[in-house]
């Protein structure tokens, strides 16, 4: 330990250089807390949930049910095509933004690989319940348990981020 009072401050370069250095720290520790999906992006999973049951179920139904098969696989299609275009959007948006890429590990992995294989069983499982049954509640409760996973998902994400700041 040093006991003279003149080697152990710096110089106002060197301070100048440490301050701008604490201003990255700070908006690096800041964008690594952020949260780690826009709210628009968190929108259009939600819609993505709503209409994936509904169309598979349709794609599945025996008779063609609302429209023909081919109808229903077309906007299946469709909707996931705009959905990797739009977290494509918003991976490169996020980044631009934040300097942090859009973040998978933000949830303890019991919930996230819990949803990853749930939600699939349930609207497949869901689709094939409406063909045996011809009742289209299995296809809308599909869709229940995908939103509320999805606006819960992003409030628990909301939660961290306040509790991050």
């Known amino acids: 330990m040093e006991t003279n009072e003149h080697a152990s401050q ?32 968190v929108v259009a999973i939600t819609a993505m949930f709503v209409v994936l ?24 299609l469709a909707t996931e ?3 990797v275009a739009l977290f494509a959007v918003a991976a490169r ?10 973040r998978l590990d933000v ?14 069983l349930v609207v497949v499982g869901a689709a094939y319940a409406f063909r045996d049954t011809r009742q289209p509640l299995w296809l809308f ?3 229940a348990v995908g939103v509320a996973l999805s606006v819960g998902f992003h409030l628990w994400f909301v ?3 306040g509790k991050a700041s």
């Open 10 to 41: 710096p110089t106002p370069e060197q301070a100048r250089a440490a301050l701008a250095d604490a201003d990255e720290v700070r908006t690096s520790v800041a964008a690594l807390s952020a949260t780690p999906w826009p709210v628009w992006f």
């Open 53 to 76: 049951p509904i169309a598979l179920g349709g794609m599945l139904a025996e008779p063609d049910w609302l429209m023909p098969r081919w109808a229903w696989l077309v906007t299946m």
């Open 93 to 102: 948006n996020w980044r631009a933004k934040t300097g942090v890429a859009l």
């Open 159 to 161: 939660r961290l981020h």
């Open 141 to 143: 409760g599909a869709v």
């Open 81 to 83: 095509v705009v959905f």
């Open 107 to 120: 949830l303890p992995k019991w919930a996230t690989v819990t949803a990853a294989a749930g939600l699939p």
